[in-house]
């Protein structure tokens, strides 16, 4: 029979655990050309699921679609505070044409964040020719974002949220109490400042937390000021 | 409680769960028509990530955009979904393996390597009506809650068996519920060809073809050499073999003959074949590109297309007596009045190997003269000039 110190540890592990969230690096200015740099926020993606107890998970649109409402909006509250302007991008106002090129700047960074998430500052999967330097860049393909909209930066946000199902509760309390750690709901994601002009990313960081819920205002007000948690002035 | 009586009981527990368990969530009632689920279900995620996946297909670079083609597949998916026809929107995705899925929200998609295996619009209409069968039945909604169900149940029974010291426990279980989804994901492929076989009748195609698809595949999957060969327990659709037995059964009731459609298949097709033909031929898997042009070869022995591709896959694989096939394949194509570029290309090549110089530069010169912007006309001249 565990004893109870290994309980308590295990418990306290996960709230511990649960509290480390972000990670940053970059620049700690922005360029600002006309003294306000012009930010375009990209269309926001974000999927919510819910954990069951095996494992699966389970998309949910309604918690999806509220998630997205309020990151936008809790987005755009941290605005004033920060003495930044977001311009919103409308991909409805694109002919076919443009929205090839727009696409596959979209589909880049995507790739980029993802190659960004897994292997900077992650131990094992650290790129050695990177020799501890943060240089990413999307290159010559950004050019056409700045094209079409005439901003300085484009800031990408992608979240990607789960929250246990009423079974996984269950099994985590029944594992926790035969002294085994079985993990809830993981909150992951990146907000990501490319300068235009470059194509380089120049402030990145990531997310990844036991904890936050994007399906509430006041809660998605907390993950937004996480999320841009050390954004250049 | 102490010790050896808890775990008993645990185990106990876990094996009647075990037990009633593996037995999977309920079939669905089928899709009505125009349906469209609500966003609080666990059908309105599907749905909504399946959009989202639509709308990145549809820009997609490895989306065909060939309007005429799109236009023929809609037709006959129109025709084969009879109320259905609306919900079902259709992709034409480029990529050589043989594959045609459809989403439960309606997003058909249709590899090109299939097409290329689709003789006439009936074999088409089959593998079509089979996918329709998927989408009404709503075997994806089904499939995704038997896992979570299943995932759900073997969590708890292999933290109880690991909690009872059984050695080996949790693996089992996760054995016995990995090999229940794919069984069950096998009786949803019957399921659907039942679906598929019917849809055609409707529609007034010939059934007989459906069998006949399975029977190219089957053909297929036997001229490959051992060593290639997947494994069966892990299968999610039962074989080619299988599948044509089962299909020429519930076809054998048919009354009378129905319609083929083979030459306004073909006519369809005709724009995409060469990228088609020089998608299959760059797998290199020559064993099974060869049995797929010979079926087809075999209704037009003579079409330039398919005797070049045959031609290029003698040529690449290089065996025993390959070359010699090669050259027969490539001739018939170069005698065509337009011959694809591959055929005077591939002659002069193989010449070329065989230290045939006079005949591989008169090859190489015909390429030249008669190809439009040829992508390797330097190589090519480089050739020439060694030759001298």
Redesign the interface.
């Known amino acids: 029979?565990p004893t109870t110190a290994r309980i308590v540890a295990i418990v306290l592990t996960a709230i511990l655990v649960s509290g480390c969230a972000t990670y940053h690096r970059g620049a700690e200015t922005l360029r600002r050309p006309s003294d306000v740099a012009a930010i375009v926020m990209m269309p926001v993606d974000v999927?919510i699921f819910e954990l069951?107890?095996?494992?699966?998970l389970?998309?949910?649109?309604?918690w999806?679609?509220a998630a997205h409402r309020n990151l936008v909006e809790a987005l755009r509250a941290e605005e004033a505070g920060r003495g930044l302007a977001f311009r919103g991008f409308d991909e409805t106002v694109l002919t076919a044409e443009q929205?090839?090129p727009i696409?596959q700047v979209q589909r880049l960074h995507g790739a980029v964040g993802r190659a960004i998430q897994t292997h900077w500052n992650s131990g094992p999967l650290v790129l050695p020719a990177k020799q501890g330097r943060f240089d990413w860049t999307l290159g010559a393909p950004a050019a056409a974002l700045r094209g079409q909209t005439g901003a300085d930066y484009a800031l990408f946000i992608w979240v990607r949220d789960s929250h246990s199902s009423p079974?996984r509760v269950g099994?985590i309390v029944?594992?926790a109490i035969?002294g085994?750690s079985v993990p809830g709901g993981v909150q992951t994601g990146f907000a990501s400042l490319v300068d235009l002009s470059t194509g380089e990313i120049v402030w990145f960081n990531r997310l990844l937390r036991g904890v936050g819920d994007l399906r509430t205002a006041e809660p998605a007000r907390e993950t937004a000021r996480t999320l841009l948690d050390g954004f250049p002035r | 409680m102490s010790?050896p009586t808890r775990r008993r009981l645990l185990a106990g527990c876990g094996c009647c769960m075990v037990a009633s368990s593996f037995g999977c969530a309920p079939p669905e009632r089928p899709l009505i028509p125009g349906e469209r689920p609500t966003?609080?279900t666990?059908e309105?995620?599907?749905?909504?990530?399946m959009d989202r996946e639509e709308a990145r297909l549809a820009?997609s670079p490895l989306r065909v955009n060939d309007p005429g083609l799109e236009r023929y597949i809609s037709g006959i998916a129109c025709t084969v979904g009879g109320a259905y026809c609306r919900d079902v929107r259709v992709y034409v995705v480029r990529n050589a393996s043989f594959n045609a899925s459809m989403a439960p929200n309606g997003m058909l998609q249709v590899w090109t390597g299939l097409l290329l295996r689709t003789e006439n619009e009936a074999q088409l209409a089959a593998v079509i009506g089979h996918e329709l069968g998927h989408f009404v039945a709503r075997h994806s909604l089904t499939r995704?809650r038997t896992?979570?169900t299943?995932?759900?149940?073997?969590?708890?029974i292999a933290?109880g068996t690991?909690?009872a010291g059984v050695q080996g426990g949790p693996q089992a279980v996760q054995a016995i519920a990995i090999s229940a989804l794919f069984a069950y994901s096998r009786d949803q492929e019957r399921e659907a060809d039942t679906f598929g076989l019917a849809a055609m009748r409707q529609a007034g195609y010939a059934e007989s073809e459906a069998a006949a698809v399975w029977a190219g595949m089957a053909a297929e999957e036997r001229a490959e050499p051992a060593r290639d060969r997947g494994v069966p327990f892990l299968a999610t659709h039962p074989g080619a073999e299988e599948r044509e037995q089962t299909l020429r059964t519930l076809a054998a009731s048919a009354a009378g003959t129905g319609r083929m459609g083979e030459d306004t298949h073909q006519a369809a097709l005709a724009p995409l074949m060469p990228t088609m033909l020089a998608d299959e031929v760059r797998l290199r898997r020559p064993e099974r590109s060869l049995s797929v042009f010979q079926r087809l070869l075999a209704r037009q022995p003579n079409e330039p297309g398919l005797n070049a591709a045959t031609g290029e896959v003698y040529r690449l694989r290089a065996a025993l007596g390959d070359d010699e096939r090669a050259l027969a394949a490539f001739r018939i194509a170069a005698a065509a009045p337009r011959p694809p570029a591959t055929a005077w290309r591939g002659i002069g090549l193989v010449e070329q190997r065989r230290g045939q110089r006079a005949e591989a530069a008169a090859a190489f010169r015909r390429y030249l003269a008669t190809t439009p912007e040829p992508p390797d006309a330097a190589m090519i001249r480089s050739y020439l000039v060694e030759g001298t």
């Open positions: 029979m999927e069951s107890a095996g494992g699966s389970e998309p949910k649109a309604d999806t679609e929205r090839v696409d079974g099994l029944a594992a035969l085994v | 010790g966003t609080a666990d309105g995620g599907l749905w909504a990530i820009r995704m896992a979570r299943v995932g759900d149940i073997a969590a708890f933290l690991a909690g």
